[in-house]
């Protein structure tokens, strides 16, 4: 994939969002502080810059930090900060299908052969890979945590397709930069589209049915996808209570 700023740039605007507290909400949900996340995105636009070399392979392989092994860390502790088995589930196999997704529509839709950094013939790659990844990433995982997930881990399954889809078609020379370049600005895009996607079409469910679904669910779950209580300097007040899965 060919790069462009635009995956720096949207993580520079939503540190921005963050700084002046417009996307608390979003955060609490996920089980991330406000510090938390500007720190992974500051490590996340420097790592970006910082490519590990994988020694062995018939290609040379190296994973960038920043849009390779830091969006893996995440999920993995977004995984591990899940309600339920169930939510840990989806996302997973939500990752799964969205790669699956992207796959396909680069063999469908793209020009000529499916080579993943290739070019449609309407819109850049790089622009419909983290769209199609968002949406499909929300409908797969639902929650803000499942959504975020299933997209950049599709997105990042989808560039670790690429070195055997090289190997596959028997190519005699490339190049393998996991999370790296284009596919960098794909995985910041996709995730804060699928978290964005969640938060609107979640909010709206919200208010139409008057609060978020309780029935069935257990009681810890339901703690965190209730609403933040301000602190007014009890002593009542839980670790517990804030953040949510929704």
């Known amino acids: 994939m060919t790069g462009f700023?635009?995956?720096?740039?949207?993580?520079?605007?939503?540190?921005?969002?963050?700084?002046?507290g417009l996307a608390h909400r979003a955060l609490d949900r996920m089980r991330l502080s406000?510090?938390?996340?500007?720190?992974?995105?500051?490590?996340?636009i420097v790592g970006s810059f910082i490519n590990i070399p994988i020694p062995g392979g018939r290609y040379p392989?190296?994973?960038?930090?920043?849009g390779g092994l830091i969006p893996l860390g995440l999920a993995v502790y977004l995984l591990a900060k899940a309600g339920t088995a169930r939510e840990r589930t989806r996302a997973i196999l939500g990752a799964a299908v969205t790669a699956l997704a992207l796959y396909a529509v680069g063999?469908?839709?793209?020009?000529?052969?499916?080579?993943?950094?290739?070019?449609?013939?309407i819109l850049d790659a790089l622009w419909?890979?983290?769209?199609?990844?968002?949406?499909?990433?929300?409908?797969?995982?639902?929650?803000?945590?499942?959504?975020?997930i299933a997209a950049t881990l599709g997105v990042l399954a989808m560039d670790v397709g690429y070195y055997f889809w090289l190997v596959g078609r028997g190519a005699p020379a490339g190049r393998v930069l996991i999370g790296g370049a284009g596919a960098f600005d794909a995985i910041v895009m996709a995730g804060i589209l699928?978290?964005?996607?969640?938060?609107?079409?979640?909010?709206?469910?919200?208010?139409?049915?008057?609060?978020?679904?309780?029935?069935?669910?257990?009681e810890p779950l339901l703690r965190g996808l209730r609403k933040p209580v301000p602190?007014?300097?009890?002593?009542?007040?839980?670790?517990g209570d804030k953040g949510g899965s929704w």
């Open 61 to 66: 392989v190296s994973l960038n930090l920043g």
């Open 231 to 239: 602190d007014t300097g009890g002593n009542d007040d839980k670790p």
């Open 128 to 148: 419909v890979y983290p769209l199609v990844a968002a949406v499909v990433g929300y409908l797969a995982g639902r929650s803000r945590r499942g959504a975020f």
């Open 5 to 20: 700023p635009l995956g720096i740039t949207a993580l520079i605007v939503v540190s921005l969002l963050i700084f002046f």
């Open 194 to 218: 699928a978290v964005l996607l969640s938060e609107v079409v979640g909010e709206v469910r919200e208010r139409l049915q008057g609060g978020p679904a309780v029935k069935g669910r257990p």
């Open 107 to 121: 063999s469908l839709v793209m020009r000529g052969l499916p080579e993943p950094g290739g070019r449609f013939e």
């Open 34 to 44: 406000d510090r938390g996340a500007l720190v992974i995105i500051l490590a996340m």
